[in-house]
């Protein structure tokens, strides 16, 4: 289901309990071309309705991901993680990862380190929750590598399944040369999601994307037998949402495959 709609009045008609995957990337408060720009705390206040609403709708077996950046004020970078951070507590989640997605283009900042990653905060509501690491395990960098002594001696020191990709994700951000760029500014990558919705939710399982931009988490949970929901109230958003899952019905739209190695100028095959 996608729709138009304010994030607030959606969620609040969301029946309770009923999304196993709350996966999004709520607007910085940068003043880009979607959001308005407003004191810290007034922003704080009105996403703290909104996450409020969306730990009622979640299942008790489900999860939050919130994906955010800096903050920047006159020079000084906030965390965005940070400041939300109390706001999930005290609505009593836990917070399981601070996953950190590192890409390789941005804004070049003269003044500091360019900022090359974001992070997204995992929560659950309780210690039970779903979660299958299998289904997003990576290549073994030595998959043939066995013990040399002791009680395994000659067997896999490794998972033969592959290994944890552990907390750190780096893979392309959505900029002009990527398969999946829209007019959208700030556009999730198909692959981020896909590992969520893969290791947090099962087929069938409802996935919601509160401030939905162009669909990638539609996209995702739909790639994966998943049912997804989502809502913007900037309607060419949501038209291009919609044309992006009527081409993945059709077998058209394009996206770039999860593990696919990352682009190196350095060798001849490489790309993103």
Not at 10 to 27: E, G, N, Q
Not at 74 to 81: F, Q
Not at 91 to 118: A, P, Q, V
């Amino acid at each position: 289901m996608i729709v138009c709609e304010d994030t607030l009045s959606f969620t609040r008609s969301i029946a309770d309990a009923s999304i196993k995957l709350v996966v999004t990337s709520p607007p910085y408060n940068l003043g880009k071309s979607y959001e308005s720009r407003r004191a810290i705390d007034d922003y704080l206040a009105e996403q703290e309705l909104v996450i409020e609403e969306c730990v009622r709708v979640l299942h008790p077996k489900g999860s939050i991901c919130w994906q955010v950046g800096n903050f920047v004020a006159n020079g000084e970078i906030i965390p965005l993680d940070t400041v939300f951070y109390p706001i999930f507590k005290d609505l009593g989640m836990r917070l399981r990862n601070r996953i950190i997605w590192h890409f390789g283009h941005g804004l070049h900042s003269s003044k500091r380190l360019s900022g090359r990653y974001e992070t997204i905060n995992w929560w659950t509501k309780c210690d039970d929750y779903t979660w299958d690491l299998d289904a997003i395990r990576v290549p073994s960098k030595y998959p043939n590598k066995r013990h040399f002594k002791g009680p395994h001696v000659g067997q896999l020191s490794g998972n033969p399944k592959g290994k944890n990709p552990s907390d750190v994700w780096e893979f392309p951000n959505v900029k002009h040369n990527h398969p999946e760029k829209t007019i959208h500014p700030c556009q999730f990558p198909v692959e981020l999601v896909e590992r969520l919705v893969l290791s947090m939710t099962e087929p069938g399982d409802r996935v919601y994307d509160p401030y939905m931009g162009v669909g990638s988490s539609v996209v995702a949970a739909l790639m994966h037998d998943r049912v997804g929901y989502g809502c913007d109230n900037v309607m060419e958003y949501v038209d291009i949402a919609a044309e992006r899952v009527r081409q993945l019905r059709q077998g058209r739209l394009r996206t770039r495959p999860m593990g696919k190695p990352i682009y190196d100028p350095n060798q001849r095959n490489g790309g993103q």
